[in-house]
């Protein structure tokens, strides 16, 4: 899968393009963690895995809410379907 994104929110404009394989449960799980963290990186989403402790302190449970789906749906969409189907129910980063 092809990741872009046109702007980057934190310093202006900026063309990234990410190329990360989606996780069918044959390739190396290790190696792709690492690229979806990066993604994650890129996309300011890297707190949401951490759970709750790693929720800013100026951040309420709606912001924090939102950084969550927002982080696990990235995750969703870097998963081939049949891995998917097994994890369909969980609705957390953190779970994922």
Do not use: C, H
Not at 8 to 37: C, M, R
């Amino acid at each position: 899968m092809v990741v872009e994104e046109v702007e980057d929110g934190y310093k202006g404009s900026n063309s990234i393009k990410l190329d990360v394989e989606k996780f069918d449960g044959l390739i190396n799980f290790g190696l792709w963690q690492i690229q979806v963290k990066k993604v994650l990186i890129q996309y300011g989403l890297i707190k949401a895995p951490k759970g709750r402790i790693g929720k800013l302190a100026d951040m309420d449970n709606d912001s924090w809410d939102d950084l969550d789906m927002r982080t696990a749906s990235q995750i969703w969409l870097l998963l081939a379907k049949n891995v998917l189907a097994n994890v369909s129910q969980i609705n957390s980063a953190k779970e994922l």
